[in-house]
């Protein structure tokens, strides 16, 4: 009898045990509390058909690059703060994330401010002559994954977003100078597919130097598959461009710059009225009550304590947008803003569990359904290292450490040393159960 015909048949085959922790599904994004940007968020994704999380979080980032240089938010205590807002949308290609962006931005790209992928000096460059600018990547992947993001420079990339999120100082150090540029503001977007997505949210230094904790992240459910051919509506189009002209009236005002030479910032004070405050503190007193242990939040309270800063941003935003010279931010808009930022951080605690799983159990996963869907179930480790789907397995030390996490859990099995496979006797070979 042939070695192959001892393969244990498929339906007799043990579960295997999941290697990540259970996935749950993206939450409805909150399109009531997008205030006046509701309008052409629901316009852009019925003509894009992409998801509206995506539509959302593209408004809000040109809505922030549009008034943060106007004026600075009051939070709790007191302080004023930039009402810049730092984004991250994970969708996989085929999302239409670009697609969208572009719809609401109406050729934003064209002008100096906004910069796509660059690097630290690439980004202080332009913060030097634009004193409010847009870091808008809509493949944000070659950014994270490049020269910005390599080990020796991550943290001073990460240091330079936070500084900027504060409205703090940033420095370039050359050799023989110093420059220090003072009242800058930036909003980042990063587009970014998911593989490349779980390599941000799983680094550590990400989450403990403060990045991630300042960021607005979703991953809303796909809708490829999902979407049908249909004419777009003319009332739609109308919608998308009166946002379109907001966003370049607000971009076309003169910046509150007293300087013209050194060009740093100097906004207005925007506080909020009685009745936002007494409920932006009811809102902190839950939020807090939330991190205790065993709590809701307990596992992501980096990201609650900011939750109530997050909401100040996001109300200044929308009252901004509405009105440039508004004198203060009103009850109706700091509901927005705290629904909006509860949302953001029931987002992060989804994510980051997911995310906080050991990367080599990540790449195992990515193995394992890869190999479920291979039309064979018996294959051999060159398989792995000729034709996997990440260039990291085609490594022999990383497949044979994968392989050994799958089989560990039951997801494969070593076959009989002589196994025939692909017409040829195998020293080592493994079936998919």
Not at 169 to 195: C, D, F, N, Y
Not at 223 to 233: C, E, Y
């Amino acid at each position: 009898m042939p070695a192959s015909s001892n393969v244990i048949p498929l339906h007799a085959a043990p579960a295997g045990r999941p290697l990540l922790p259970a996935a749950s599904h993206a939450a409805t994004y909150s399109t009531k509390y997008l205030g006046p940007l509701q309008p052409a968020v629901m316009a852009a994704q019925r003509i894009s058909q992409a998801p509206v999380a995506i539509a959302a979080q593209s408004a809000l980032a040109l809505a922030s690059l549009a008034v943060q240089g106007f004026a600075n938010v009051e939070t709790l205590g007191g302080s004023f703060r930039p009402v810049s807002l730092d984004l991250v949308t994970i969708a996989k290609s085929g999302e239409r994330k670009s697609t969208v962006n572009n719809l609401l931005a109406g050729g934003l790209d064209e002008i100096e401010r906004v910069c796509g992928e660059p690097t630290t000096d690439g980004l202080f460059r332009v913060l030097k002559s634009n004193p409010s600018a847009g870091l808008l990547s809509d493949e944000a992947g070659s950014f994270l994954g490049g020269y910005a993001m390599k080990a020796a420079n991550a943290q001073r990339t990460y240091g330079t977003f936070n500084s900027l999120w504060d409205g703090k100082q940033i420095k370039l150090a050359r050799q023989k100078e110093t420059t220090t540029l003072r009242g800058r503001r930036l909003t980042v977007h990063l587009m970014v597919q998911p593989s490349a997505a779980a390599r941000l949210l799983s680094d550590p230094m990400a989450e403990s130097i403060g990045f991630l904790p300042r960021c607005l992240i979703v991953e809303p459910e796909s809708l490829i598959g999902k979407r049908t051919a249909k004419a777009v509506n003319p009332k739609d189009s109308e919608t998308v461009g009166f946002f379109q002209m907001r966003l370049r009236a607000l971009l076309d005002m003169p910046l509150p710059i007293p300087d013209p030479e050194a060009l740093d910032l100097d906004p207005r004070k925007l506080p909020l009225s009685d009745d936002a405050r007494e409920y932006l503190a009811k809102f902190d007193d839950l939020i807090e009550r939330k991190q205790a242990s065993g709590e809701e939040f307990e596992v992501v309270q980096a990201f609650a304590s900011k939750t109530a800063e997050q909401a100040c941003r996001i109300a200044g935003v929308l009252t901004l947008w509405r009105d440039e010279n508004a004198h203060e931010v009103d009850l109706d808009d700091m509901k927005a803003g705290c629904g909006l930022a509860l949302y953001y951080l029931r987002e992060a605690r989804r994510l980051m569990g997911v995310a906080g799983a050991d990367a080599d159990m990540q790449l195992a996963e990515e193995l394992r359904v890869w190999l479920q869907a291979r039309p064979s179930k018996q294959f051999v480790t060159g398989d792995v290292l000729q034709y996997s789907p990440r260039r990291v397995m085609h490594k022999k030390a990383m497949a044979s450490k994968l392989l050994a996490i799958l089989e560990e859990h039951g997801w494969i099995r070593r076959l009989p040393e002589g196994t025939m496979i692909d017409g040829a006797p195998r020293k080592t070979g493994w079936q998919v159960l």
